[in-house]
């Protein structure tokens, strides 16, 4: 059926009288089987269209869908850009969602002519280089380029004599040859100079290659926990945090402290519950883990916060109040609070919300700032009128 002719014509007319026709372009079905609700791919048949994963009774199904005028699908991410190239267009889209692969740098097999040496730094962190060595002092010549899943650029131009041509004049890349060494140095190097640095030896019988990969590091950003106001006893809640984790990825913690108990513990966390989105042009991993839990009695006044961990960028001279989250107490509301008959009831976290007890449920309700909530049937007033009862 894939690549076939969908037809729409008035019954009983002939070929001629055709109103429409489209080609058939098959999605295969198990293109989502480990995508998420409203994660996207691009379409493996068609450039300027892209699919997307829905959640439908709880089964991902892919659907297809077109890109706005003008635009076409990135055949990794599935999003839809100006660039409709051959280069995009003709880019084979993974056949599953699972096996998608994440943008890779170009990579060339190690030569015995020249072999460079990567390197890492943080941002702005001051000058980086990568060394380059030959194992022979003759050439014709040598190419220096700066190459990303994205572009290629040529830097500078070293002639036989050892003559130093500098194509990029931004001023922050300087090349140089000694003996046998070449250098590339990056002035106070940022997030986007991480890449491949490729230097390309014309030794007239074949052209040597060797690449030096720069990894611009960044540290996390302090999280952000989201704990549901109203959270009442043996009843699912979702806990979210969501952070950067830095660059190269790190991950998020959840740290609970139970009431009366010494020890901080730290959540378990399945992978199901962690989604990241990636974003290169700004060196960060941003993370969002998702727990959906239900909360025992023994949850009441527990203490809960995120924190972001990253081996690779966070120091022992680090704070680590910069990485961690708000903290946030969880107070539970009984089961049965609204088993005393009143329909308007204190809430245990705050005297500017009182609870209202419906027929099969309970809901919080915030009283109109600065007042408080007061009894049952004069629901709000002065906080100076209110005790405020403690948790």
Request: charged share 15%.
């Amino acid at each position: 059926m894939n690549g076939g002719k969908v037809r729409c014509s008035i019954n009983g007319s002939d070929a001629n009288a055709t109103k429409s026709e489209s080609d058939l372009a098959l999605i295969p079905r198990d293109i989502c089987s480990c995508g998420q609700h409203f994660d996207t791919i691009g379409h493996p048949q068609r450039c300027y269209a892209f699919v997307r994963c829905e959640n439908i009774d709880d089964t991902v199904y892919p659907s297809g869908i077109s890109c706005p005028s003008e635009k076409c699908r990135n055949s990794i991410t599935g999003e839809c850009s100006t660039n409709c190239s051959q280069a995009v267009c003709g880019e084979t889209v993974p056949s599953g969602f699972c096996t998608t692969p994440v943008p890779m740098l170009p990579t060339v097999a190690p030569s015995q002519h020249i072999q460079c040496s990567g390197n890492s730094t943080l941002q702005y962190s001051g000058n980086v280089q990568i060394v380059c060595v030959l194992n022979q002092t003759a050439f014709s010549s040598i190419n220096v380029t700066f190459e990303t899943t994205t572009q290629s650029n040529l830097i500078a131009q070293i002639a036989s004599n050892r003559t130093v041509k500098m194509v990029d004049t931004s001023g922050k890349i300087d090349v140089r040859i000694s003996s046998k060494i070449v250098t590339v140095e990056l002035l106070n190097a940022s997030c986007i100079d991480s890449g491949l640095y490729v230097v390309a030896v014309d030794l007239e019988s074949e052209i040597a290659i060797a690449q030096g990969q720069l990894i611009i590091q960044t540290k996390p950003d302090k999280p952000i926990l989201q704990v549901p106001f109203h959270t009442v006893e043996n009843k699912n809640t979702t806990i979210t945090c969501t952070g950067n984790t830095g660059n190269p990825a790190g991950s998020l913690q959840i740290l609970i402290k139970r009431l009366n108990v010494s020890d901080t513990i730290t959540l378990n966390i399945s992978s199901d519950s962690v989604q990241v989105i990636q974003k290169p042009e700004i060196c960060s991993h941003e993370e969002t883990v998702t727990i959906d839990e239900m909360l025992t009695p023994d949850w009441n006044l527990t203490t809960i916060k995120c924190k972001a961990v990253n081996q690779e960028t966070i120091t022992e001279e680090d704070d680590g109040i910069y990485y961690t989250s708000e903290e946030s107490q969880i107070v539970l509301i009984e089961e049965n609070y609204c088993s005393t008959g009143e329909e308007y009831k204190y809430h245990p976290k705050s005297c500017y919300h009182f609870v209202r007890c419906l027929t099969n449920d309970m809901v919080s309700n915030k009283c109109a700032h600065p007042l408080c909530f007061f009894n049952a049937t004069v629901t709000c007033s002065n906080c100076n009128e209110v005790p405020c009862p403690e948790p």
